[in-house]
């Protein structure tokens, strides 16, 4: 119960200020400077030290490929599919280096018929690669791109921060990064294709496509999520991601969850420390009081966010509508206010769900949304704590819905006795 390590466009944030880049490799950055040397810019790194030495289980060595791939990792495969079901942290980052006119192919030359999405940093495509698998057969793999815009408020520092961070980190709840790409000016990333795209499409979006998601695949995509970020906490060097909301959030086509965008993440205080002083960053609504007041971000951040989500969760409401329709009350007395006032539930939960919840347990989900967003943010729950409870609901759920099913079939079996003795039911 409650294991982090795994089981199984809203508008961006601002633009992470480049004096506080997540230290990013300065140690090291004299090798590879041919591929990141940027016009005017001697930006560069190689082997950084974002994880440092670890002593835990997580940890393996993969040496034969650098942080920003060797020579032989341009004609090499994608990274596996199956790698580390349980979590791990890469010695080295396992990426491709891809070369532009490769993703133009894969695009049909970035064709306005394969975007999939945009945010901050710029549009993202569908693409389809072909790779030659093991048996020596060559297949399509479906990828997606995302490929920086000129105009975009961000950049290399995001850039980098996501190359290091999915490079070098490897769980079932985080989206799987094989590679980049810098050439002609280009910044693009490359990452596996999500096939149901984001919980935000799924939660507030709307036409024919769109399907709502039922109250077992909310608590499966939420407990997912939150393996995410307690892997994430759970590091010798927490990671911070900083930007946790729907649009961040991606289902590939069994609804499994995945983190996707870190090009805000940041380590947590080390040391004794509680917490770290940073410029604030992130997306309105779902960022933590605290560090919108005084800048201190800590582990406790990220699960006020996750609060919020879950409120949007249950509601289907984004949470700009709930702030417009508090009337300025606080979210915290908004949420006691509906979800957890005997009455004002049902209309305060998601219609799509069409009244197809235990509302004992939706009204437990409230009560744990209500413990992560509390302004104290040392009375916010840990990570860990979160997936134990999630996973307690979901467990309580399922055995909810077999005692259903078991009174479904024994009435149905029942139905079926009393039509062949020609009485009618219960007669």
Known sequence: MGNCLGHRPESSGPRVDTAESNQLGRADRQSNSRLLQSEGNSTSFGHSRLFGPSSSNTYTSNTSTSILGSENSRTSGVRGQEEFPDGQILDAANLRVFNLAELKTATRNFRADTVIGEGGFGRVYKGWLRERTESNKVGELVIAIKRMNSESKQGIEEWLSEVNFLGRLSHPNLVKLFG????????????????RGSLANHLFGRG????????????????????????????EKKIIYRDFKPSNILLDSSYNTKLADFGLAKHGPSDDRTHVTTKVVGTHGYTAPEYIATGHLSVKSDVYSFGVVLVEMLTGKSIRDIRQQSEQQSLVDWLKSNLLRSGK????MDPRLGGKYPPKLASQVAQLALKCIRLENKLRPS???VVETLEQIEAANIEKSSTTDDRKHASATHSRAAQLHGRPDGG
């Open 180 to 195: 980049f790409a810098r050439e002609d000016g280009e910044l693009i990333l490359v990452y596996e294709f999500m096939h």
């Open 383 to 385: 990570m860990t704590e």
């Open 345 to 348: 539930m049902i209309g305060a």
């Open 208 to 235: 024919a496509n769109i399907r709502p998601l039922s109250w077992g695949t909310r608590l499966k995509v939420m407990i997912g999520a939150a393996r995410g970020l307690c892997f994430l906490h759970s590091l």
